[in-house]
C-alpha cells in the first residue's frame, strides 16, 4: 500500500559527507513525521533525526550540528544530510514514516524502508 525507498548510503571517509533521501510512495493522504534511524553491528535501532509535516526536527545528541534533516512535503520525501562523517556513524540507515493516513483505509500507520548501508573509514 505504501513503500518507502532509500537512496543515497555508500562507502566514504572519515570527515566526508552522504545525502540519504527516501520517498514514499502509495494511496498517502498525509505523513505525520518522517525519520531516520539506524542499526549498527551488535546495538539496537536507535533514532538519528526526525522532523514532523510541519518542519519541526529532532536530532540524537551523537550527530546534532553535523547532520540536517529536510523534508519536501509535496513530494513525500525526507532527506538526511550527513557531514563531518565520523567511523562510528558506520551503520544501516532506516527511514521511517510515522502516522501515515492513506486513501484506501481508516487509521493511521507505521511504515519503514528496506534500509542502506553506510560504511564510513577511519
Known amino acids: 500500500q505504501v513503500q518507502l525507498v532509500e537512496s543515497g548510503g555508500g562507502l566514504v571517509q572519515a570527515g566526508g559527507s552522504l545525502r540519504l533521501s527516501c520517498a514514499a510512495s502509495?494511496?498517502?493522504?498525509?505523513?505525520?513525521?518522517m525519520g531516520w534511524y539506524r542499526q549498527a553491528p551488535g546495538k539496537t535501532r536507535e533514532l538519528v533525526a526526525a522532523i514532523t509535516s510541519g518542519g519541526n526536527t529532532n536530532y540524537a545528541d551523537s550527530v546534532k550540528g553535523r547532520f540536517t534533516i529536510s523534508r519536501d512535503n509535496a513530494k513525500n520525501t525526507v532527506y538526511l544530510q550527513m557531514n563531518s562523517l565520523k567511523p562510528e556513524d558506520t551503520a544501516v540507515y532506516y527511514c521511517?514514516?510515522?502516522?501515515?493516513?492513506?486513501?484506501?483505509?481508516?487509521?493511521?500507520?507505521?511504515?519503514w524502508g528496506q534500509g542502506t548501508q553506510v560504511t564510513v573509514s577511519s
Open positions: 502509495g494511496s498517502i493522504f498525509s505523513i505525520n513525521a
Open positions: 521511517n514514516a510515522d502516522g501515515v493516513r492513506v486513501y484506501t483505509t481508516q487509521g493511521r500507520f507505521d511504515y
